[in-house]
């Protein structure tokens, strides 16, 4: 199963890089997204860090723990997780176009190791539109929102 996007932010690359990897505004978000994410240990974030990480996936959280993977500032990210049941990579990168635009590319990949995660992911793969449009609708949100941010900055 993969998924891929590209979304377009008013805002320079490497503000970008710095908000997506603000870990600690990631670790104490409580949204009413059901998302949680829970670094294990107290070291600072650094190749091989972990987060334990719970997603709402059809009414019920599912839980795994992520480890970062690749860390490239200002430009690359990329998380990696695995279990008995699945694995899979998510990575982030930031393009500048200019000097005030940059492009942020989002891709996943996932492949199921059990039975029961396939039935999970061939869910997934049969509302795949859906996913695509929230996706689609959540990342011109959040381009939407750093940009504000960005603009409203104190120089």
Known sequence: MQFKHTQEIDAPADYVFNRIT??????NHSGSTGFSFKRQ???PVRIGTR????????G????????????????TLSYKSASLKYEGVLSLSVKPISATTCRL?????AKSRSFATSLVFNTIRLARRRVNK??????????????????????
């Open 134 to 155: 929230r996706l689609n609708s959540t990342m011109a949100e959040f381009a939407k929102r750093i940009a504000s941010e960005h603009r409203k900055k104190p120089a």
């Open 60 to 75: 019920r959280a599912r839980r795994f723990a992520a480890e970062l993977s690749e860390y490239v500032p200002p430009r």
């Open 41 to 43: 240990g107290r070291l």
């Open 22 to 27: 603000d870990f600690k505004n990631f670790e």
């Open 105 to 109: 590319h989002i891709q996943l990949v």
């Open 51 to 58: 987060w334990d990480i719970s997603v709402p996936v059809r």
